[in-house]
């Protein structure tokens, strides 16, 4: 997106409302909404993704397919910093995290579910408007992976499981920008401008030990003019209300493809299935059994023309950004516990053994935090970024685990009640170190 | 955000690793059996670099060189990459080849690094260009360097020092010593000072050469000041006492060295790393990012682990580097690249010599003596512990007498 279209959309978009959520609770703003109002983001949720199906088979003639550039640089120097552009739009993100996620989470946590109203105040930040390119309705011009990462990073600093109920949708919709076809653009891309977008959500994961997305057990193979889809995913970002799924499976004979599969598509069930944290995104197992698709159901013009390690690449990112969030909301919340904590006669701040592993979650913070960036920065100036993407996840694998268990142990008995956020960082980030998929950078 | 090293020091990277592969490798056995020789070739190298420096090929880079901010941005940004990310990037490949000799280069010591940060304009016209050493731990003062017990006392137009100094790398060899000591043991650190002594002042005796578990080819010395006489103007930065401004001064200096002792640890840790890889591909195991970690050999698990640790450090080192050419306060940054760098570096080098098994543990290998080498960096330029302590210190907004 350019300067002035971010500006335009953060203006009329995200900060004009931000403004209006500083002065006003949430519980206030959902009660304000206009009944019809309600009605039509209902409505509108639950029939969008058979209208665009609709629409999709109608209009299969050949054109081009809109693709974003990446923003042009002009300097080559090392540069860790964020552009102003990315500052304006962190600090959007950073107070809605701050002021809507946040006094959201503990309830979305024990719901399992995002808070009504979550679709319409999430149109605040414009995610999908930033995310469509303007020929197909919305207002993007580039898109950005370190602002997608940065994005999710501030987003789960709120709460991470509303962060990926709020990333999984867009995420379907970067996927149909960057490697769909002109006819699904055309289809699926629209409504995801609009104040409500649908709920669309990537299914990669598969429910067995060891998974791996380079060796997917879920399988299409071709029959007659059509696929035939069989298999399970798991850790499905609302499994049971998405309208649509991104589904990764193995095409016989081609390798992983991706498949558009609608929710209601015959031979696919649902089935809830919370996990240990990220409540709030309503993870849960889709089972495919024999569904049946069109050919114009495989993302892309053909077999093969989705990068499936770049898509996997993408996701890795989006994870380990989601990671570095959390474990900066652990350290931002440990720091004033450990000072105001009083043992012995003084703060437990004041022993090495407290003050060294919070030195030591900032170090292995900031060294996760580095490495994302740095892949989600390969990937945006068209680097190779594979690599950095592994080396992320792996990182978010060893290091988010060290980052749950020290953050409830610097708060002793309290870290282990719900009175404290940090159980539930405990368990988002332990969720997320088994999560492939959900969202991209 | 850009992570990638700009084309302009590509040239500097591939003549400091041609230096680290060409010179110091070869060699790189030979003096680590000949501890205390003097390694002849590196004057070779020392004009060489000299010669580079004024053809700019060295990009300003060189712990002389270490100035905060500074010189003028290229960019439309303003973003500055400057001394401190050129010298950490040379640096980086030089150890990658041999720690003790990249230590033992002519001119590049770290008390090149002190004069750079705290010198005046005529100082540094005296001392520039010379080899300085560095002075600051006392047989009873490591870490607590306020413990210092090394005496300067005004005597007219001249500073008369009174003290023993251990650990003093180079201190054999260079041409100046920059020596802390205090002006007034009653009044903490704000008393302490540095001093450039030349070598050869009378007074300052070598007591003797410490042999070493690693860098043997870097001397470390211990060396005593009896009344030893130098000129006022060797103090280095303000010469009065500051009650309550700490180290100032001379902590400066650590801001831009930590980011350097960083870099000598990615580079010895990068260089067991590649060396294991070879070794390991040779034997059948081989990880291109191609299974999860949970797939993967047990083997290969452990070479992606590195690598990501290795990663990590590599860019803390780079921004701590970035931060001090762009005049940001850096001190928290440039412990957390020294803390995680020099840990994960002794970590890599010894899992290294494990993985190669008795390839790793014996002499025909360079594996095992990496892992004596890298040991060092974990405690030079202050231990593990001391880069917790700041950075906690940071974090927590906790003083030296709180958070001890």
């Known amino acids: ?441 | 955000m850009n992570f990638e090293t700009p084309k302009k020091y590509a040239l500097l990277i591939e003549q400091a690793h041609l230096v680290g592969k060409e010179m110091f490798r070869p060699i790189s056995r030979k003096y680590d059996r000949a501890e205390h020789e003097y390694p002849v070739e590196l004057d070779l190298l020392a004009s060489l670099l000299d010669g580079l420096n004024e053809s700019g090929a060295l990009a300003g880079a060189g712990a002389g060189k270490l100035k905060r901010g500074g010189g003028k941005s290229e960019a439309a940004s303003g973003v500055r990459n400057g001394a401190n990310l050129a010298t950490v990037l040379s640096f980086t490949e030089l150890c990658w080849g041999d720690v003790g000799l990249a230590l033992t280069i002519p001119r590049q010591g770290l008390g090149n690094a002190a004069i750079a940060a705290v010198a005046n304009e005529e100082q540094l016209a005296r001392f520039g260009g010379r080899w300085a050493a560095m002075a600051i731990t006392e047989p009873n003062a490591g870490s607590d360097s306020a413990a210092i017990r090394a005496t300067a006392r005004l005597d007219g137009d001249q500073y008369v020092l009174n003290g023993e100094k251990i650990f003093i790398t180079a201190g054999s060899r260079a041409d100046l010593t920059v020596v802390w000591a205090t002006l007034d043991a009653t009044r903490g650190r704000a008393a302490i000072k540095s001093f450039v002594v030349e070598k050869g002042t009378p007074g300052m005796q070598l007591l003797r050469l410490d042999h070493k578990l690693g860098i043997k080819a870097s001397d470390t010395a211990t060396v005593a000041f009896t009344d030893c006489r130098i000129p006022k103007t060797n103090l280095l930065g303000d010469p009065e006492i500051r009650a309550g401004e700490g180290f100032a001064g001379v902590m400066q200096t650590f801001d831009n060295t930590r980011p350097l002792v960083a870099a000598m640890a990615v580079g010895v840790g990068r260089a067991a790393l590649e060396r294991t890889q070879e070794l390991l591909r040779a034997a059948g195991v081989h990880a291109p990012y191609d299974k999860s970690l949970w797939r993967a050999s047990a083997a290969e698990a452990e070479l992606y682990r590195m690598e990501a640790e290795l990663e990590s450090a590599r860019l803390l080192t780079l921004r701590a580097a970035w931060l001090a050419d762009n005049g940001i306060p850096n001190s928290k940054e440039a412990s957390m690249a020294k803390a995680k760098a020099a840990r994960v570096a002794n970590h890599i080098t010894l899992r290294c010599l494990q993985l190669c098994a008795s390839v790793g543990a014996t002499e025909t290998e360079l594996l095992e003596k990496w892992a004596r080498d890298s040991k060092i960096l974990d405690i030079f330029e202050g231990t593990q512990q001391i880069q917790l302590l700041i950075i906690a210190r940071r974090l927590l907004g906790k003083s030296s007498s709180e958070l001890k």
């Open chain 1, 1 to 441: 997106m350019n300067k002035d279209a971010l500006g335009r959309h953060m203006m009329g978009l995200g900060l004009a409302a931000l403004r209006g959520f500083a002065s006003s609770p949430l519980a206030q703003k959902v009660g304000l909404l206009a009944p019809t109002e309600r009605l039509l983001y209902t409505g509108a949720k639950t029939t969008v993704g058979a209208a665009a199906r609709v629409f999709k088979l109608a209009s299969g003639k050949a054109q081009r397919a809109e693709r974003l550039p990446a923003p042009s640089t002009k300097s080559d120097l090392f540069d860790p910093s964020v552009s102003e552009e990315q500052a304006l739009l962190r600090e959007v993100a950073q107070r809605f995290a701050r002021e809507v996620l946040r006094p959201a989470a503990l309830g979305a946590d024990a719901a399992c579910a995002t808070p009504e109203g979550f679709e319409t105040s999430l149109a605040d930040l414009a995610l999908g408007p930033m995310t469509v390119p303007e020929a197909l309705g919305g207002a993007a011009t580039e898109a950005s992976t370190v602002t997608s990462a940065l994005l999710a990073e501030d987003l789960a600093w709120g709460d991470a499981g509303q962060a990926l109920a709020a990333l999984g949708p867009v995420s379907v919709a970067a996927a149909l920008t960057r490697w769909g076809s002109a006819a699904q653009q055309a289809a699926y891309l629209p409504p995801f401008a609009e104040t409500v977008p649908p709920l669309a959500s990537l299914a990669l994961s598969e429910p067995r030990p060891l998974f791996d997305p380079l060796e997917l057990r879920t399988r299409a193979v071709v029959r007659g003019n059509r696929y035939v889809l069989n298999g399970e995913k798991s850790l499905v970002v609302g499994a049971e209300r998405a309208d649509y799924y991104l589904v990764a499976a193995e095409l016989l004979g081609h390798g992983p493809c991706l498949f558009l599969v609608a929710r209601t598509a015959r031979g696919v069930t649902t089935a809830r299935e919370p996990a240990l944290g990220l409540r709030a995104a309503g993870l849960g197992r889709v089972a495919f059994k024999d569904v049946e698709l069109d050919t114009s159901d495989l993302l892309g013009e053909a077999p093969g023309s989705v990068n499936y390690a770049h898509f996997v690449a993408r996701s890795r990112i989006g994870v380990a950004a989601l990671g570095v969030g959390v474990g900066q909301a652990l350290l931002d919340y440990v720091i004033p516990y450990v000072n105001d904590r009083s043992a012995f006669g003084e703060p437990i701040s004041h022993r090495q053994s407290v003050a060294f592993m919070v030195a030591n979650l900032a170090v292995e913070l900031e060294a996760l935090r580095l490495v994302t960036w740095r892949a989600a920065a390969r990937a945006e100036q068209g680097h190779p970024f594979e690599r950095e993407a592994y080396l992320a996840r792996v990182l978010t694998t060893e290091r988010g685990m060290e980052l749950a268990t020290n953050g409830v142990q610097l708060l002793g008995g309290h870290g282990y009640i719900k009175e404290h956020p940090v159980e539930r960082w405990y368990r988002d980030l332990m969720t997320l170190t088994t999560l492939e998929g959900g969202l991209l950078a």
